[in-house]
């Protein structure tokens, strides 16, 4: 969800323009999501607490303290565009020490909120985490709406994937071996400067494209803003998300898609129109719900891992890109799995695509694919796989 703020005034909005029965439904049924949200919410708290225990502990630390002890350089300037173009820098403490000249692998991580919210110090445990595991972390900030729209904001990952590859030598990173991360709109934001790096639906405004990537790993992401804005219509929670003022309204939902653009180049496709869109949707719940039923394993990989020469395709000229890797949750009701699904038939259809690898984690909420630095004593088993399957990927 986005801001508070951003939700009442979504809702303000549409119960403005309503009358007599319909008014009153639609708001008992804002005032039974406010409820369902504020409940979710209370469920994040050890997350938080975790993070912000993470946060004071890194900031305090002056110097290493122990062998598997992590340095934090926070709130660094990486851009030209506004007070948020920020990230933070998780250091395993190998890099600092006198004499070391391993390098290590980076992954640039790029948070999510409805392209409306977020703060840096929500991600620290996970950087902490990643780091302790040898791995370089920076972890991107990016200015919101409504201070800017989604263009501004593929700016502002594009500069900050720049900074990283000009600058992670400093921090002991292997410049060659960056990996950049997204979760939900972080990954659709990954995605689009990913796509602009390659010259496909570049961003207005000129700005330059950022350096070539490893890999891509895209979390619980958004890839068709049109169909997205369907299902958030069946979920009755269009009127409170951010998703469609933050691109600038459905005007701009085709050119900023990364699904239509690998297709058409940002043109429709087969099954686009809202009702064409609303049985798709419902067809997949269904699915959902038989899979969830059924004793199914716990992850669902639907793709095997792209080959070694694959990697190669980062360094090719315009409409070449890295290998991608799609990670999703079948539990997931506010970004559903199937947007990975559909992104990786696109994919796997388009002449010359990247490798590409798709798993759909039985078990996975939304929020699980950034709880990876938050385990505790009583860890869900996805959890577990997802922070595996990432080292993995990272380390490869």
């Not at 902490?128 to 595991?133: I, K, L, N, P, S």
């Not at 950034?370 to 860890?379: H, K, T, V």
Request: net charge neutral.
């Amino acid at each position: 969800m986005p801001s508070w703020s951003l939700a009442f005034e979504g809702a303000r909005r549409e119960l403005g323009g309503l009358t007599g029965a319909s008014k009153g439904r639609r708001a008992a049924w804002f005032g039974y999501f406010a409820v369902r949200e504020a409940l979710s919410t209370l469920k994040l708290i050890p997350f938080a607490l975790r993070s912000a225990s993470a946060r004071s502990r890194l900031t305090k630390e002056t110097k290493e303290t122990e062998e598997n002890s992590v340095a934090l350089h926070s709130q660094i300037k990486c851009g030209d565009g506004g007070p948020r173009s920020l990230l933070d820098c998780y250091t395993p403490t190998q890099a600092s020490r006198e004499g070391t000249r391993k390098k290590f692998p980076v992954m640039i991580f790029v948070h999510g909120g409805v392209w409306s919210s977020g703060e840096l110090w929500h991600y620290s445990s996970l950087g902490e985490d990643m780091a302790r595991e040898g791995i370089l972390v920076f972890v991107v900030t990016y200015n919101f709406y409504p201070d800017v729209l989604v263009d501004a904001q593929i700016s502002d990952i594009q500069d900050a994937v720049a900074w990283v590859e000009d600058h992670c030598e400093d921090y002991g990173g292997d410049r060659s071996n960056i990996s950049l991360a997204g979760h939900s709109s972080g990954a659709h934001l990954s995605m689009m400067a990913t796509l602009a790096r390659a010259g496909i639906g570049a961003p207005r405004g000129g700005r330059p494209k950022p350096p070539a990537v490893r890999s891509l790993i895209l979390l619980a992401g958004v890839y068709d803003i049109e169909r997205h804005y369907e299902y958030e219509r069946y979920r009755g929670v269009h009127a409170l998300s951010a998703m469609a003022r933050a691109h600038g309204g459905k005007a701009n939902f085709a050119r900023l898609s990364p699904a239509k653009l690998l297709v058409s180049g940002g043109g429709e496709r087969a099954g686009s129109t809202p009702e064409e869109i609303r049985e798709e949707i419902e067809a997949y719940e269904r699915e959902r719900a038989e899979m969830r039923r059924a004793d199914a394993p716990r992850s669902h990989p639907t793709a095997t891992m792209a080959g070694e020469d694959s990697k190669t395709t980062a360094a090719g000229g315009a409409g070449a890109l890295p290998p991608i890797y799609l990670l999703s949750g079948l539990a997931d009701d506010v970004v559903p799995h199937y947007w990975s699904r559909e992104l990786e038939q696109i994919l796997r259809e388009r002449d010359g695509g990247p490798g590409v690898h798709c798993t759909v984690y039985d078990n996975a909420t939304h929020l699980d694919f950034i709880a990876i630095g938050n385990r505790g004593p009583q860890a869900k088993a996805d959890i577990l796989r997802i922070r595996s399957d990432l080292l993995d990927i990272l380390k490869s």
